[in-house]
Every structure is written in structure tokens, then in C-alpha cells.
Nanobody, 116 residues
Framework: QGQLVESGGGLVQPGGSLRLFCAAS????????MSWYRRAPGKERELVAE????????NCADSVKGQFFISRDNAKNTMYLQMNSLTPEGTAVYYC?????????WGKGTLVTVSS
């Protein structure tokens, strides 16, 4: 069974940066479109960014465009989310997701808290 494990979350001051990691195992990572989602307090889950399996094309939500950058390393079965210029609105649980033709996988999330 495929597994996704997020890491890199924690407490950061406004204006600071964090890099999130998503480690994949148990499935053909390179065949899946990978995405980062987040759920902020009192809000619904939203798509933050995604990267395709072939070609590595990326897309980010308008709210984080220019601040967040998604990437993947298929040789390491790892996806990344570089988060810069963080604001309190970035406080949320961030989830890693893999989307395939037949099945999808989700991580359990990592908490990011932006506060002084």
C-alpha cells in the first residue's frame, strides 16, 4: 500500500520561510501527479500547489503565487513545498496528495503555525 509522510512543519515568524517535505513509498511515485493541500482553522481544505508526473509542470493557487514553490525529485520519491514570506494566514495543516489513474494517496498532514 502506498504511503505519504509529510515533514518540515513547525512554528515560524511572519515573514519567515519553511520547506515542507513529502516522502512517498509503496507505489510508482513518478507516475502520479503530486499536490499540496491545506486546511486552515475554520476553513475548508484548499489546493495550494500541484506538479504533474510527466514534464514537471507546476501550478499554484493565486493566494500563494510568487511566494510558494512546489517541486519534486522522482529519484528520491520526494515532493517539496518551499514557503516564503509567510503570513498568519498561512497557518494550517498541510497535506501531501498523490493522484493516480486508479488510486489516490493522502498523508496525515504537518502543522505550520505562523506567529510571533
Amino acid at each position: 500500500q502506498g504511503q505519504l509522510v509529510e515533514s518540515g512543519g513547525g512554528l515560524v515568524q511572519p515573514g519567515g520561510s519553511l520547506r515542507l517535505f513529502c516522502a512517498a513509498s509503496g507505489f510508482f511515485f513518478s507516475s502520479y501527479r503530486m499536490s499540496w493541500y491545506r486546511r486552515a482553522p475554520g476553513k475548508e481544505r484548499e489546493l495550494v500547489a500541484e506538479v504533474t508526473s510527466v514534464g514537471g509542470s507546476t501550478n499554484c493557487a493565486d493566494s500563494v503565487k510568487g511566494q510558494f514553490f512546489i517541486s519534486r525529485d522522482n529519484a528520491k520519491n520526494t515532493m517539496y513545498l518551499q514557503m516564503n514570506s509567510l503570513t498568519p494566514e498561512g497557518t494550517a495543516v498541510y497535506y501531501c496528495s498523490a493522484t493516480g489513474v486508479l488510486v489516490d494517496y493522502w498523508g496525515k498532514g504537518t502543522l505550520v503555525t505562523v506567529s510571533s
